[in-house]
């Protein structure tokens, strides 16, 4: 048995400001000297960054910078996962902590479409045994805010809706209407706060700026958000709150034990059970490619590689010795032009797919890959054009692959998540890295010798044979 303190932060809808609240909450209790462990319900990789930003700068502006460096924001994906890891990877993420926050996604019961509450905030505070602070936009209404939270605290007697926060309250007067209301509901209310504009993060065509664009800025706003909370929120009832969630039982998730299962059901998948020489993975990273989860340079590391990263716009060379290359997503076609400049390491990339190190490209991996994109030279390892396009295609996707390549032997089934405003043509290679089966059936990506891309965002600790079988082909710095 395990004691966390911990608090799921919910909303009624997107939009209702849980992520400024969220963020405002890690800030504030993270300036107590409070280790605080960020989490994200779903597949967003956006707003763990912001968490995990907030989190550290107000430790450093306190002088209470955690030893052993900053904790990750950590994705919490009932569908991509599987609901029987959500407990254990939330263990590995929050262990040693004094208080784990999780931002929910959407409204509180949204989930993965037709698949009942699946995935959804409501869900995962189930599986987690956390209570729920609700975060209201009360910007519009009054007497009816207790209506709303009487509404969602009795949908589900299983999901404990413990308070709520008042967000975007106008003014004095509206803050003691909307108390006045809610003194009857039976969910205290923990905080109110006013409009904050000044602290609003930009957007753009797939949601928030990521933080790696704009640190300074984010910084700032992160120091405003904390000082907000500080002032209208009960910090003191909220740890208080968080303390009385129960222990939780379930086994911590670890990436070496992870690995020891993989071997030992397929003997030789690591390919490198010593660990005698430890291939270099080279991981892409900077302002273009900022999507990742942290567990994938945990499993690979576990697998016996030695995890390095680089930035395609500022670094010509890959990492000395680079035996497999991992790129994650992010935003290439922001940042075209700059990608294409760096020739030297286009042509680097391009080199080592030739050699047959393995690469695992995703989403916008797949973009550098292709020959262009929006007409800018990329490293043309694959044999596709890429440009933006006025359609977003975002929701969970089933697949199997249907071919061997770097990452799955054929007929591995997975879930995943699709979310770009980019096209290619052709869509899929002679050899697709996928054939999707749900909700749609098509094929998709390319499995070209030990390159493996795609538009599919796949968490690897749902299938932790991902980063044994890329290990297992990399090319050791001595090869």
């Known amino acids: 048995m395990v004691s966390v303190p911990r608090l799921v932060i919910a909303a009624p809808a997107s939009g209702s400001g849980k992520t400024t609240v969220t963020a405002g909450l890690m800030a504030a209790f993270a300036e107590r000297g409070l280790d605080v462990s960020p989490h994200k319900v779903g597949p967003d990789y956006i707003d763990p960054g912001y968490h995990a930003l907030a989190i550290s700068s107000a430790a450093s502006s306190a002088g209470r910078s955690r030893a052993g460096g900053a904790r990750p924001g950590r994705n919490l994906d009932a569908y991509l996962c599987g609901p029987q890891r959500i407990a254990p990877l939330f263990l590995h993420g929050a262990a040693g902590c004094d208080l784990a926050l999780v931002e929910g996604v959407m409204g509180l019961f949204d989930g993965a479409a037709g698949q009942g509450e699946l995935a959804s905030t409501a869900h995962v505070a189930k599986l987690l045994r956390a209570p729920v602070v609700l975060v209201v936009d009360a910007s519009s209404q009054s007497r009816s805010v207790a209506a709303l939270v009487h509404g969602f605290a009795s949908w589900d007697p ?11 309250v106008g003014s004095d007067r509206h803050e003691v209407m909307l108390r006045e209301a809610l003194e009857g509901c039976g969910v205290p209310v923990f905080g109110a706060l006013r409009r904050m504009r000044e602290v609003r993060a930009p957007s753009r065509h797939l949601g928030l700026v990521p933080v790696a664009e704009r640190r300074a800025e984010a910084v700032d706003s992160a120091a405003a958000l904390a000082a907000r909370v500080r002032k209208g929120c009960d910090l003191d009832g909220l740890l208080a709150l968080a303390r009385s969630a129960p222990p939780l039982s379930e086994p911590v998730w670890d990436p ?25 993975v080279a991981v892409a990273g900077g302002a273009a490619f900022t999507f990742s989860y942290a567990e994938h340079t945990e499993l690979l590391t576990a697998a016996g590689a030695r995890v390095v990263p680089f930035d395609p716009l500022r670094d010509e060379r890959l990492p000395e010795g680079t035996g497999g290359l991992v790129i994650g997503g992010g935003f290439p076609e922001v940042y075209a032009p700059e990608l294409s400049a760096n020739e030297p390491l286009r042509a680097a990339v391009a080199r080592l797919a030739a050699s047959g190190a393995p690469i695992a490209a995703e989403c916008a991996g797949l973009l550098y890959l292709a020959r262009s994109l929006d007409g800018e030279p990329m490293c043309g390892v694959l044999a596709t054009e890429a440009q933006m396009s006025e359609r977003l295609t975002l929701g969970y996707r089933e697949a199997v692959a249907i071919s061997d390549t770097a990452l799955a032997a054929a007929g591995t089934r997975v879930r995943g998540h699709e979310f770009h405003r980019t096209t290619i043509v052709p869509g899929a290679g002679a050899e697709p890295a996928w054939g999707l089966v749900h909700p749609e059936r098509r094929t998709e990506g390319f499995a070209q010798g030990n390159v493996h891309a795609s538009y599919l965002h796949v968490h ?11 290990a297992g082909r990399c090319v050791s710095p001595a090869g």
């Open 460 to 470: 690897w600790a749902s299938v932790p044979g991902a980063a044994a079988r890329f």
């Open 256 to 280: 070496e034990e992870e690995m020891r299962r993989v071997v030992a059901a397929a003997p030789g998948a690591g390919g490198r059970g010593g660990r005698a020489a430890r291939p270099v």
């Open 158 to 168: 299983e999901v404990r809706v413990a308070g709520v926060i008042l967000n975007k």
